[in-house]
């Protein structure tokens, strides 16, 4: 006969109750863990799908998710005249947050460059890669825009014409494709005034500069788009992204690149390396302790709420001693109940997390490596709590069972 | 008569607390009870039935004195000859004055748990179990749990339950103060049949003087002491 069982199937309102209870709990650590993998994966995720062999970035920087990083644009035609590489293409990354029918629209566009790349790569869900230069884009469906969906962005109305899953940026927010050059459009875009306050300005400056002094013919030019002035607008693309020939040597054109002076040159598996200790490593730890402390907890409540089962069951336990029941008997009846409890609530844990955890605003990832790892913890943190009541439930002395 | 006895105690006593507030409620007891033998402990509240009876059942040890039981030694003084809880589950079967059940079983598994501890199968602690109660006019209450159960009730699941598993000393405090005569008759009986079917020694704390004539040997107890009454002398 289990007593274990029996002593459930009696009490049975209030081991439902208080598994849900630890279920919730542990639901909440499963999803630290969740949240954590989410992260690195979104990360990993998107260089993974820019597949780019080689990231050339602004020297000395960590690349363009980790913090500002500007080169050239010509930098793109210099890598392309490397021994061993395929092709070369302009990356821009900005984040920008603009009001859309009343909501607000929080995206990470990238700019793909035309026509070497209409983001056929793409993972899409719906719709089509760009067919034109201008105006077109493809959005992660996490931003809620339909197919056909118009976008003011900058001076010009963009329409969605891709939709993207599971696109987003290491911050999480989605992305957004367009092509490079809409992408500096939307940038760079300042509102008329400032650009007509900016050039007269320029003119100003102009009017006492030496140089012009001289050649009073040149500050015509300064008078029209910033664009057409390359020799003293700023760099403006964030990197450059290197597909290396089939058969040719990643690290040596990595070395060849990797000697100019102006750049620095990550591998994507560095690119990945540096995305996932730079910006998610706080993230990581902090989730970390967090889910330490959780343990911690679970662990705390669990042990009470044993010893107070166990302490509701003294009697009987004294009465199991009196007519001779050996301690692995009364041993067995709290480790048992103590792991039922840690096994019902983390199903409960499991089952509501699937249901729940889609719903949150960045993936969480269970990944078997963690959902194992918390089995294990919540089978520790189970027999550990239950030695208090184990502790007391061994110094019944048999006959308490004849008082009171 | 080289047949050990199934119970014999020597100069028990047992005293509860100390100093201002110590109490002697057992002086000097030295008792026999033979195999087959049935006895019953009369004696006013407080004389010392209770502790006697937790003493000779290896729950509450003695502060002095020694326990006998089957001939072997099993208590020396408060200290413990051999493994008690074991023994108990094996020879011993106790019936107390209030109904001791486990309130998380039924009936029926209160009996059945006491014989699966000492190695029953499964299948057999049903049956037997079964029958006690059957014997007990219980059985159609085998399904309830403890507390659906009346008093009387309750006690004759506690008297089928201290009788599963053969035991050689049966120990029963008042067990039919909730019964009504017949009932109480029976249980008696019941002890009888234990007494001379298996050899047991049974002795039972008693208040219910219609029944005296069931035992083989009577003994009152008084502020600790314990004297033997004559059979014809039993009070009446
Ligand atoms: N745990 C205890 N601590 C202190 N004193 C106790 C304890 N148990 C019993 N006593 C005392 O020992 C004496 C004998 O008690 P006991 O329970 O053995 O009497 P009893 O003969 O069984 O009485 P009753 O017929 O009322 O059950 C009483 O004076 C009682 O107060
Ligand atoms: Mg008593």
Redesign the interface.
């Known amino acids: ?1 289990n ?1 274990a069982a ?2 459930v ?3 049975l309102g209030r081991f439902a109750l208080t598994a849900i209870g630890i279920g919730m709990l542990l639901m909440i650590v499963m999803g630290m863990a969740g949240i954590y993998r989410g992260l690195i994966e979104d990360a990993t995720l998107l260089v993974d799908r820019i597949g780019a062999d080689l990231w050339i970035v602004q020297r000395d920087t960590r690349g363009p998710f980790a913090e500002q990083s500007r080169v050239p644009d010509s930098l793109a035609y210099r890598a392309a005249a490397v021994p061993g590489v395929a092709s070369a293409r302009e990356f821009v990354l900005h984040t920008i947050q603009r009001q859309h029918d009343g909501q607000r629209l929080r995206m990470t566009v990238m700019g793909l460059s035309w026509p070497a790349d209409k983001g056929e790569w793409l993972p899409l869900l719906a719709g089509r890669p760009l067919r034109q230069n201008h105006f077109e884009m493809i959005v992660d469906q996490s931003l809620g825009l339909q197919l056909g969906a118009q976008l003011r962005l900058g001076k010009e109305i963009y329409e969605v014409v891709g939709l993207t899953n599971g696109m987003v940026s290491s911050s999480g927010d989605a992305m957004a494709f367009v092509t490079a050059a809409d992408s500096q459009a939307i940038q760079f875009d300042k509102a008329g005034e400032a650009i007509r306050l900016e050039r007269s300005g320029r003119e100003r400056r102009a009017a006492s500069h030496e140089t012009i002094l001289r050649q009073p013919g040149l500050s015509e030019q300064f008078s029209g788009s910033m664009a057409n002035l390359p020799a003293v607008a700023p760099p403006d693309i964030s990197a450059v992204l290197v597909r290396i020939a089939p058969g040719a040597d990643v690290q040596r054109v990595a070395q060849i690149i990797g000697g100019w002076e102006d750049v620095t040159v990550h591998t994507r598996q560095q690119q990945k390396d540096l995305l996932v200790q730079g910006m998610v490593d706080k993230a990581r730890r902090q989730l970390g302790m967090f889910r330490a402390l959780l343990t911690i907890i679970a662990a705390i409540i669990m042990a009470l709420i044993l010893y107070t089962l166990t302490l509701d ?1 003294i ?2 336990i004294a ?8 301690n692995r ?1 009364i041993l067995g009846l709290i480790l048992q109940q103590a792991l039922f409890l840690g096994a019902l609530g983390y199903a409960i844990a499991y089952v509501v997390g699937q249901k729940v955890f889609p719903h949150f605003p960045r993936r969480v990832v269970l990944t078997d490596g963690d959902l194992v790892q918390l089995a294990v913890i919540v089978v520790l943190i189970s027999v550990m709590a239950s030695l208090l009541g184990i502790w007391r439930a061994m110094r019944v002395q ?2 308490e ?2 008082m009171g | 008569m080289n047949e050990p006895a199934a119970i014999e105690t020597r100069e028990l006593t047992k005293i509860y607390g100390s100093g201002n507030t110590e109490v002697v409620a057992m002086h000097n007891v030295s008792l026999t009870v033979r195999r087959g033998e049935v006895v019953a402990l009369l004696g006013p509240s407080g004389a010392g039935k ?1 502790t006697f009876l ?1 003493a000779a059942g290896l ?2 040890p003695p502060s002095s004195g020694q326990v006998f039981i089957g001939g072997q030694q099993v208590m020396d003084g408060p200290a413990a000859a051999t493994d008690l ?6 020879h011993i079967g ?1 019936v ?3 109904a ?6 039924s009936a029926h ?1 209160n009996v ?3 014989m ?3 190695g029953a199968s ?1 299948r057999a602690a049903r049956a037997r179990a079964l029958e006690l109660m059957r014997e007990l006019e219980i059985d159609n209450r085998a399904r309830y ?1 403890p507390a659906m159960l009346s008093g009387g009730q309750q006690q004759r699941v506690a008297v089928a ?1 201290a009788l599963a598993n053969h035991p050689s000393l049966v120990l029963a405090d008042e067990p039919t103060a909730a019964l009504d005569s017949r009932r109480g008759r029976q249980v008696m009986e019941l002890f009888r049949g234990v007494a001379q079917e298996h050899g047991a020694g049974v002795i039972v704390v008693t208040h219910d003087h219609r029944s005296l004539d069931v035992f083989d040997t009577i003994y009152e107890m008084e502020d600790g002491a314990v004297t033997r009454l004559p059979a014809d002398h039993a009070p009446r």
């Open positions: 006969m007593l029996k002593d199937r009696h009490n069951k009697h009987a009465l199991l001693k009196l007519i001779g029941a050996p008997v048999p006959n069972a004849l | 209770s937790t729950i509450n809880r074991a023994f108990r589950r094996r106790f107390f004055q209030k001791n059940l486990i309130p998380f079983l598994e059945i748990v006491a699966e501890l000492n499964p749990r339950r």
